[in-house]
């Protein structure tokens, strides 16, 4: 299973960005799909995922600001970002969760105060 996510970039605080990751290569489907991201120095921390039936969780950092949504039939994720922080800044991982875990390689998203 390979995970390729765009849609990172440099924000201004306050901004919007979206994120994407679209999963190819699997023969099941996909039960959950989801985000983390890791800052410089920090631990890697849930952002949100989603399940196939289309229930989110979020991460605290992030609720009320974030939204997660799924296109089943494509095997994609979406990560719509709002009222961006400097802290928000790091990379941002996308993966899928099948028998195991598959992640994409990240995408940096960077918020400038």
């Known amino acids: 299973v390979q995970l390729q996510a765009s849609g990172g970039g440099l924000v201004q605080a306050g901004g919007s960005l979206r994120l994407s990751c679209a999963a190819s290569?699997?023969?099941?489907?996909?039960?959950?799909m989801g985000w983390y991201r890791q800052a410089p120095g920090k631990q890697r921390e849930l952002v949100a995922f989603?399940?196939?039936?289309?229930?989110?969780v979020y991460g605290s950092a992030v609720k009320d600001r974030f939204t997660i949504s799924r296109d089943n039939a494509k095997n994609t994720v979406y990560l719509q970002m709002n009222s961006l922080k400097p802290e928000d800044t790091a990379v941002y991982y996308c993966?899928?969760?099948?028998?195991?875990?598959?992640w994409g390689p990240g995408t940096q998203v960077t918020v400038s105060s």
């Open positions: 290569g699997s023969s099941f489907s996909i039960n959950v």
């Open positions: 993966y899928a969760h099948i028998s195991t875990n598959y």
């Open positions: 989603i399940t196939s039936g289309g229930s989110p």
